[in-house]
DNA sequence: TTTTGTGAACTCCTTCACAGCT
DNA sequence: AGCTGTGAAGGAGTTCACAAAA
């Protein structure tokens, strides 16, 4: 479910507040869901609620951390360090969550051996290499549209099998390896609909409403 | 629907390729869908193919363009010139998408007056000022979490109707607001999943394949 | 009495399959 | 002959509503 790490979140702010238990109710408004939705959720792990009461916030914590397999920590590599490559290596949120960056990789000479985030860059063709010295199964792809299938598929035959793809393109990988896709553009454009939808253009026939929760389903080859 | 950026970003590649013509098995493969969900979609903006020889790219890409509303310029600021912030700020598809860029807000006194991708960077106190001024609707929010919300109001009450959420919180929004969520950890986290899942962990009992290609509903106010 | 856990209804999206146009 | 447009079937996720537990 992907709702849980969203959960998970809501949950661990809840502990920093000192808050013990939590009713689905509560925790549905904090995560902005319906409420049966979240005991639905939560009933898929087994039964970690206490009829009357709740869920304890601390166990539901483990329990969905253990589920999502937060419990170890994770090696990533990043593949191209312009900003937003930059920006991803310096985000706190990943070290947080138990992913830790082992490598950095760039063809630009100027990058080379330079320290990022405390990693050094290094030249992609060390890519083979690197992830299986580092056992590195997930990969963040920030490289320019151009090289992202031809580099997609160098991760993937070194052993990559989790794609975290920022660069507007459709990778096409093998069954067996996901691809999760964040795309500023297409959420821009999304948002640019609803204020062309705001200012009264033409409203598509039955759909201007379902846009408005709407999204495109990560396609993932599993 | 949240597929057409995608069907036009497909498109404007083969536009570009010299295509004139494109059956609606040839856009699913590129887009990565099912093709009759294509025909489908496209139906909705009206007959635009021709039986027996596909969609007119060019036409195409005209059509979605003036649905999405991406025939005008549309003003947006970006709040938070952290790493992530920049980062945005230089990323050149927003300009290619016909985003422009107008202000850049950030309380830290080392950076008012710098420029970034020549946008001058001023105090937050602007905000209401610069918005109504420029005319922006759009806002991308890539602040510290604590600040997220408090950051929300202010922009919501200076006239900001569209709201690019990078930050890990759930933001209460007025209805008649949208809001996009882009959650790096998140998706990490969903990728961890899927490694987990792969190694062989506790399968959770008929979710574990649906999960391969779920999503969280971006919700919106609308 | 409060709150979980869940069968059942419902709603929406997807996919099929084919009639009809070019 | 090829490909669109769409009614109908199918499937998946969501929400309702209530019985059972604390």
């Known amino acids: ?13 809840m502990a ?6 939590v009713s689905s109710v509560a925790l549905a408004e904090a995560a902005g869901v319906n409420s049966a939705k979240v005991r639905k959720d939560l009933s ?4 970690y609620g206490i009829r009357g009461v709740g869920y304890d916030v601390d166990g539901l914590i483990q329990t969905i951390s253990r589920v999502l397999g937060l419990t170890s920590d994770r090696a ?3 593949v191209g360090v312009g900003h937003l490559g930059r920006a991803l290596a310096d985000y706190p949120g990943f070290a947080e969550r138990g992913f830790r960056l082992v490598a950095l990789f760039d063809p630009d000479e100027e990058l080379l ?17 690197s992830v299986a010295a580092e056992d590195v199964a997930i990969a963040i792809l920030a490289v320019p549209a151009q090289v992202a299938q031809p580099m997609t598929e160098r991760l993937v035959n070194a052993g990559i099998t ?8 459709v990778l096409s990988v093998p069954a067996g390896v996901s691809v999760r896709k964040v795309d500023l553009s297409v959420e821009l454009e999304i948002l640019a609909f609803h204020e062309h939808q ?6 598509v026939r039955g759909l201007d409403a ?3 929760l709407d999204d495109l389903g990560h396609a993932s080859a599993g």
């Open 1 to 13: 479910m992907a709702r849980l790490p969203l959960y998970r979140r809501v949950l661990v702010d």
């Open 113 to 129: 051996g330079a320290e990022v985030a405390g990693v050094r860059v290094s030249h992609p063709d060390a890519i083979e290499v």
């Open 210 to 212: 379902v846009a408005e």
């Open 76 to 78: 990533v590599c990043i």
């Open 16 to 21: 920093d507040r000192a808050l013990l238990t």
């Open 198 to 203: 705001r200012l009264g253009a033409v409203p």
């Open 44 to 47: 898929y792990l087994g039964s």
């Open 162 to 169: 989790s794609i975290l793809n920022f660069t507007p393109r």
